[in-house]
């Protein structure tokens, strides 16, 4: 798929054995640290086929994007340019000034992540062949770069934990003020940024279009040396994104109780492309004990009083609300959209008659019916879905300090913790979740954003990635939400339409 410039590499592996100073780009130099300034010389020379097109670019790998980084397998970015614009040329309607810096994250279950490389297609679920979303990027005319970020395993010499949240936050952000602090030296239009991520990373994307600026990163950022530039960005693409943690034990469960049998994914075989991620060792399937069944409607119980907190409006104005039973307009709300999906996939042929929730007359979707949907779907998780009562989730060993490899994130986990688990601070759970950046005072929020969570994904509630486009759209922010029709839990699936949208909201400015 890639072809490399054979001339360059040998001639970069030559000067670094002869000269091993030059590397310089992986060294700090002495005292300062690593250097924030951008070198354009540090490249190497590629072409990649993409359909009949051949993409020329200039990879500059490996930037570590802090001064003091902590580790620097994770601190570091990849960037990529179209030779173009090394050369006067446009792409399309871009050229080095307004072409759009396209950031895709490659974080999986809240792991540490490399940064991204063109080749085949890496995002969790997508298919597995053709050219990845960088490639892709490319052809069209974007500067791609993307930021490795550090995760819920990584630890120190000493064996501390130095990648647990807010980490892989304060690293993207840093990533972003490397670029912009560089942008007179990097083409691309460091005001036209647009993240993308899947699941966690999705989380991730969505997080760092929604707290931009704010003042509570500033002193890890300050503390790794992050350079001195805004990192706000001007746009969002989310696939499925596992966020708002601390509330998604009570979203799932007003999703999924009253369904007690589960069934949790088998761990997929290792692949060569994609990021792989131990996901915890929940048994394969079973049935909720009634301990288990208690936790779930004591959570689901829960879930009203926070959805009617929000005061969501749909796009008409009217309020969004649950009765404490769990039904309501909120809950039609959320129908609503599983009923656009069924409507576009009617409409793109798909038979749709033997779907029992999809209700049909006359050829069109009339309406649909949530519990059957839910029961068709089928639970995934057991209560609670997030912050297990034994510290045993992915989002537990987020949570952790640099000392506690987990914690709990929410007071209703810790009160019956069964392994004595300690309470992360309520600011660091906080500093997670994009909902509590939109609208607050001291921060630009991406005003372009773009979310995606299929209809077959039951690894957190539909109201998750619902509510957080939701609150968006209530501050005025523009929103693409859909549930493409049954697509599972994974991302960069529809390459096409996400980049269609990009060009147009760039166009739009
Ligand atoms: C991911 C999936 C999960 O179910 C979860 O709880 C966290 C992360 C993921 O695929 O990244």
Request: proline share 8%; net charge neutral; with cysteine.
């Amino acid at each position: 798929m890639e072809k490399v410039d054979r001339r360059k590499v040998l001639k970069a592996g030559l000067g670094l054995m002869a000269f091993p100073p030059l590397l310089s780009a992986c060294v700090p130099r002495a005292g300062s640290g690593y250097s924030l300034d951008f070198d354009p010389e540090q490249y190497r020379s590629a072409t990649a086929q993409v359909g009949n097109q051949s993409v020329r670019y200039r990879a500059y790998e490996g930037i570590v994007y802090v001064q003091k980084p902590v580790d620097t397998r994770y601190q570091q970015m990849n960037l990529y340019i179209p030779e173009a614009y090394f050369e006067g040329k446009s792409i399309g309607n871009y050229d080095a000034q307004s072409a759009p810096i396209f950031l895709p994250n490659r974080v999986g279950g809240y792991m540490p992540a490399e940064p991204g490389q063109p080749g085949l297609q890496t995002a969790p679920g997508s298919s597995g062949s053709g050219p990845n979303a960088i490639l892709l990027a490319l052809a069209r005319g974007y500067v791609v770069a993307s930021p490795g970020a550090r995760g819920r395993t990584n630890q120190a010499g000493d064996g501390s934990y130095t990648g647990k949240a807010p980490a892989a936050i304060v690293d993207l952000k840093a990533a972003v003020r490397y670029l912009r602090h560089n942008a007179r030296r990097i083409p691309g239009n460091p005001e036209r940024i647009v993240s993308n991520g899947t699941s966690a990373g999705g989380a991730l994307s969505a997080l760092l279009g929604a707290c931009g600026n704010n003042p509570d990163f500033e002193p890890y950022l300050k503390a790794l040396g992050a350079a001195p530039a805004r990192d706000d960005i001007f746009a969002v693409s989310a696939y499925c994104p596992i966020t708002n943690l601390e509330h998604a034990d009570a979203a799932y469960e007003w999703q999924f109780s009253g369904v007690n049998e589960y069934q949790n994914q088998l761990p997929s075989p290792p692949s060569q492309t994609g990021p792989s991620f131990p996901m915890p060792h929940a048994p394969v399937s079973g049935s909720l004990s009634p301990e288990q069944i208690a936790l779930s409607q004591e959570l689901k119980a829960l879930f009203p009083a926070y959805v009617n907190r929000l005061g969501l409006r749909d796009a008409s104005g009217k309020p969004l609300s649950l009765n404490p039973d769990g039904t309501g307009s909120f809950q039609d709300y959320v129908a609503a959209f599983l009923q656009a999906s069924a409507q576009k996939a009617l409409e793109a042929g798909q038979d749709l008659s033997r779907v029992d929730w999809v209700k049909q007359q006359n050829g069109r979707v009339v309406g649909v019916d949530f519990d059957a949907y839910v029961r068709a779907l089928g639970r995934m998780k057991v209560p609670p879905a997030f912050d297990g009562l034994s510290l045993e989730n992915a989002e537990n060993e987020l949570f952790g300090s640099n000392r506690d490899n987990a914690r709990h994130f929410t007071r209703f986990s810790q009160e019956r913790s069964k392994v004595g688990g300690s309470l992360a601070p309520a600011e660091v759970v906080r500093m997670m979740n994009p909902m509590s950046y939109i609208g607050s005072p001291a921060t630009q929020t991406a005003r372009h954003w773009r979310i995606r969570h299929g209809t077959a994904d039951p690894h957190t509630s539909l109201a998750i990635p619902i509510i957080l486009a939701t609150r968006l759209q209530n501050a005025g922010y523009a929103v693409d939400l859909f549930l493409p029709w049954g697509v599972g839990h994974g991302g960069d699936y529809d390459l096409e339409e996400l980049f269609a949208w990009i060009d147009q909201i760039v166009a739009a400015g």
